[in-house]
Structures are given as C-alpha cells and as structure tokens.
T-cell receptor, first 108, second 114 residues
Framework: DAKTTQPNSMESNEEEPVHLPCNHS???????IHWYRQLPSQGPEYVIHGLTSNVNNRMASLAIAEDRKSSTLILHRATLRDAAVYYC?????????FGKGTHLIIQP | DSGVTQTPKHLITATGQRVTLRCSPR?????VYWYQQSLDQGLQFLIH???????AKGNILERFSAQQFPDLHSELNLSSLELGDSALYFC?????????????FGQGTRLTVV
C-alpha cells in the first residue's frame, strides 16, 4: 500500500466548502485512492474512492492530481455532522491501511 | 446503520482468557475484514475472508484466529489475552473480494482486558 500524508487537523466553518489534502507519492498505477471518515464512537464510514478521474457522489467529491501523487477530498458545504477524522488510503491490495488521518473541526 | 452487526458491543475479561467476537456482514456481502483500533496503533488490518476462505493476513497475532462460516458470518477468536489487546475491534464487509470497493463497517466491539 502507498504511504499517505495528511495534515493532523483542519478547521472550517459551517456551510463553507472544505478541501482535505492527501499526498500519496508512492502510489502504484493500479492502486485506488480511498477516503473514509470516522465519527466519534463509531466505525469508519466510506466516503468516496477513485483511480484516475475525479469522482463525485452524494457525500463529497474527489479530485485526483494528474500524476496521482496527491488528491483532495472536497466537502461542498460542511455541516457540524461532518466533524470527524478523515482517512486517505492509497492501495488496499489486501486490507485497507489506515494512517492517522485528518481531524476535521467544524465551527458553527 | 451500515447493515453490519457486531456482537457483543462491550466485553471485559481477564488476562489469559479467550474471547470470541462475532460479525454478521451485510446481506449479500461475501467479504469480511477484521480491524483492530487502539489508541497507540490506530486502525490496523488483521485479516480478510472471502466466501469462507482466508484471502489476506495483516498484523494479526498468532494468538488470534478467525473464520468465516457457510452463512458468511465471521468470528474472531482472541486467546491468551494480554492487557495490550484492549482495543476496539471492527469488522467490515463488502461485496467483492478486494478492497477496491465500498466497505461497510460495524459499530465495533470494545474489548477491555483487565
């Protein structure tokens, strides 16, 4: 699995967009980029994943750099319920390798 | 609700004992993954089963074992428990045999070894 680097924490205001960056410079050509989040006292929750193209779903968008060495998770309009630890994972040939993630704080 | 059920929710046991954690995957999902989350190690992949067969092993100790039954539920057996085994244990399920698909996590079993 590719090693990923994320900021330890980020802060944003409610109802504003949030851009969560992730570096995965060692990612291989066939490794997917996955994003999960974990709310307090809950199991991880799938957010989005992609390979090369930008991806959108009802929760978020994933922008993948052309060289695939980095990606950005975009929450279009943050709510207080989006406060969580966000994990970027590169690869996953076997199980997913979770790093420390980014602790996202949403200010009302 | 992810559709993945883990029992029990909480478990307190003594060092040296053996416990079994149970996971029922979402209906139709053939893959079950087990993860351990502790304060110092974060979320670690332990083992993956697909349709009853072991597919991959991660950082699983020899004292730990797992299996997936014909009805696709899975059990994680932890034996000779040590204080350091205290953690949250999650299982996740997905439809396919590789993690390049959406995985659904249960609420976890909190194990406390005293």
């Amino acid at each position: 699995d590719a090693k990923t680097t994320q900021p330890n924490s980020m802060e944003s205001n409610e109802e504003e967009p949030v851009h969560l960056p992730c570096n995965h410079s060692t990612i291989s050509g066939t490794d997917y980029i996955h994003w999960y989040r974990q709310l307090p006292s809950q199991g991880p929750e799938y957010v989005i994943h992609g390979l090369t193209s930008n991806v959108n779903n009802r929760m978020a968008s994933l922008a993948i750099a052309e060289d695939r060495k980095s990606s950005t998770l975009i929450l279009h309009r943050a709510t207080l319920r989006d406060a969580a630890v966000y994990y970027c994972i590169g690869g996953g040939a076997d199980g997913l390798t979770f790093g420390k993630g980014t602790h996202l704080i949403i200010q009302p | 609700d992810s559709g993945v059920t883990q029992t029990p929710k909480h478990l307190i046991t003594a060092t040296g004992q053996r416990v079994t954690l149970r996971c029922s995957p979402r209906s139709g999902d053939l893959s079950v993954y087990w993860y351990q989350q502790s304060l110092d190690q974060g979320l670690q992949f332990l083992i993956h089963y697909y349709n009853g067969e072991e597919r991959a092993k991660g950082n699983i100790l020899e004292r730990f074992s797992a299996q997936q039954f014909p009805d696709l539920h899975s059990e994680l057996n932890l034996s000779s428990l040590e204080l350091g085994d205290s953690a949250l244990y999650f299982c996740a399920s997905s439809t396919r045999g590789n993690p390049n698909t959406e995985a659904f996590f249960g609420q976890g079993t909190r194990l406390t070894v005293v």
